[in-house]
């Protein structure tokens, strides 16, 4: 198999990454936040096709730079439009938009359970959906683009609906098809799609928002989750600290990505969380943003960060997306490569390491030196 990159892009609160093989100059994007920075890393990369955009729920820390993405990404020149939109939610049918009867957007697609998701969504509790809202934008491309909208629930041989070699190292492993309409009583994150991506030799587990209800009903469906990275659900929060250690126990990952944003209000990641992973001084922590649980105000340090990291991608042509102004980035984008072992390529461990003894005095961000991981 060729190799395979995985980039979490340094978005802030929300997800955004991007699977890609630069031999085929083939990608998949697994949700997005800011197509902006989707398509600037697609060029760095030399991308030519992108195979197809997954939506993991229907959040819109999730899904709310999709519309643009897959509108935008067809005017880029050397590069086709999108392939395939895939996620579990029906978007190519929704209800009329301006009709007042019809049910609130946040009763058809409620909150996290923290309320955490509101935020990020137009419009506000208990209104109407707005036609310039994320996810009417959603709709529509979907109403034009019908052929190309899939859903995605897994079965014993569920296949993505993508071509190509790139979809060859992806495995759908969540939500299942018969225990759906059960698990989104519980709530949208424990549908979230969760996928195992395999490289030559080494894996990612990628679980979206899933929460712990989600968690256990795909640990009694999978024989075996183990994976050299997990991508830790729902920005470090949701997950109690047994509830976690239950999880790295199942994963046993030599990294874990948490995707966070600094300015968050609601105690991402969560105490819980680090203190799970404190207990396994074998696993590389890397956090997009830092957040105040590793400096009491970390607005503070956000000007001489930024500033390193600018100096950074100009020496070294590391990816950097400049974060907003309440944002102050840690290990920011995260480029891993699959090959026989997972491959850290952004950020260089030494700059890393700098950014966090520096600026972070209670960073909870550490750099394990293990066999099992090849830091370059």
């Given at each position: 198999?060729?190799?395979?990159?995985?980039?979490?892009?340094?978005?802030?609160?929300?997800?955004?990454?991007?699977?890609?093989?630069?031999?085929?100059?083939?990608?998949?994007?697994?949700?997005?936040?800011?197509?902006?920075?989707?398509?600037?890393?697609?060029?760095?990369?030399?991308?030519?096709?992108?195979?197809?955009?997954?939506?993991?729920?229907?959040?819109?820390?999730?899904?709310?730079?999709?519309?643009?993405?897959?509108?935008?990404?067809?005017?880029?020149?050397?590069?086709?439009?999108?392939?395939?939109?895939?996620?579990?939610?029906?978007?190519?049918?929704?209800?009329?938009?301006?009709?007042?009867?019809?049910?609130?957007?946040?009763?058809?697609?409620?909150?996290?359970?923290?309320?955490?998701?509101?935020v990020y969504e137009q419009p506000q509790?208990?209104?109407?959906?707005?036609?310039?809202?994320?996810?009417?934008k959603l709709y529509l491309w979907c109403?034009?683009?019908?052929?190309?909208?899939?859903?995605?629930?897994?079965?014993?041989?569920?296949?993505?609906?993508?071509?190509?070699?790139?979809?060859?190292?992806?495995?759908?492993?969540?939500?299942?098809?018969?225990?759906?309409?059960?698990?989104?009583?519980?709530?949208?994150?424990?549908?979230?799609?969760?996928?195992?991506?395999?490289?030559?030799?080494?894996?990612?587990?990628?679980?979206?928002?899933?929460?712990?209800?989600?968690?256990?009903?795909?640990?009694?469906?999978?024989?075996?989750?183990?994976?050299?990275?997990?991508?830790?659900?729902?920005?470090?929060?949701?997950?109690?600290?047994?509830?976690?250690?239950?999880?790295?126990?199942?994963?046993?990952?030599?990294?874990?990505?948490?995707?966070?944003?600094?300015?968050?209000?609601?105690?991402?990641?969560?105490?819980?969380?680090?203190?799970?992973?404190?207990?396994?001084?074998?696993?590389?922590?890397?956090?997009?943003?830092?957040?105040?649980?590793?400096?009491?105000?970390?607005?503070?340090?956000?000007?001489?960060?930024?500033?390193?990291?600018?100096?950074?991608?100009?020496?070294?042509?590391?990816?950097?997306?400049?974060?907003?102004?309440?944002?102050?980035?840690?290990?920011?984008?995260?480029?891993?490569?699959?090959?026989?072992?997972?491959?850290?390529?952004?950020?260089?461990?030494?700059?890393?390491?700098?950014?966090?003894?520096?600026?972070?005095?209670?960073?909870?961000?550490?750099?394990?030196?293990?066999?099992?991981?090849?830091?370059?």
């Amino acid at each position: 198999m060729p190799v395979v990159k995985i980039a979490f892009l340094d978005v802030g609160q929300g997800d955004t990454t991007v699977i890609s093989c630069p031999e085929t100059q083939e990608a998949i994007v697994v949700d997005c936040v800011d197509s902006s920075s989707v398509l600037d890393y697609l060029e760095k990369e030399h991308i030519k096709q992108l195979r197809g955009v997954i939506i993991t729920h229907l959040h819109a820390d999730h899904y709310g730079d999709v519309a643009d993405l897959l509108n935008n990404c067809a005017d880029m020149v050397g590069i086709q439009g999108c392939e395939v939109l895939a996620t579990t939610e029906d978007v190519v049918n929704p209800h009329d938009l301006h009709d007042s009867r019809k049910k609130s957007v946040s009763k058809k697609y409620p909150p996290d359970g923290d309320g955490h998701s509101y935020v990020y969504e137009q419009p506000q509790v208990g209104t109407r959906l707005s036609p310039s809202s994320a996810l009417a934008k959603l709709y529509l491309w979907c109403k034009q683009n019908e052929r190309k909208c899939e859903p995605l629930k897994a079965t014993p041989h569920a296949k993505l609906p993508m071509e190509g070699t790139l979809v060859q190292s992806l495995k759908l492993l969540h939500p299942p098809h018969v225990d759906y309409q059960k698990l989104r009583m519980q709530g949208l994150n424990n549908i979230s799609v969760v996928l195992r991506v395999t490289g030559n030799g080494s894996s990612a587990l990628l679980t979206g928002d899933l929460e712990p209800y989600g968690w256990q009903q795909l640990k009694a469906k999978s024989s075996n989750l183990a994976s050299d990275i997990l991508k830790f659900p729902h920005h470090g929060g949701a997950w109690n600290e047994a509830q976690a250690d239950d999880l790295l126990s199942a994963i046993q990952p030599s990294i874990a990505v948490i995707a966070v944003g600094s300015n968050n209000t609601y105690d991402h990641p969560k105490a819980d969380a680090f203190n799970s992973l404190r207990k396994r001084t074998d696993i590389h922590l890397l956090c997009t943003q830092a957040t105040d649980q590793c400096q009491s105000i970390v607005h503070n340090e956000r000007s001489a960060v930024v500033s390193k990291f600018k100096m950074q991608s100009e020496k070294n042509s590391a990816f950097f997306i400049r974060p907003g102004q309440k944002q102050c980035p840690c290990a920011g984008t995260i480029i891993i490569e699959l090959d026989d072992k997972p491959r850290i390529l952004q950020p260089i461990p030494s700059f890393h390491e700098d950014i966090i003894q520096v600026h972070f005095r209670e960073h909870k961000c550490y750099r394990a030196n293990l066999s099992a991981l090849s830091l370059v």
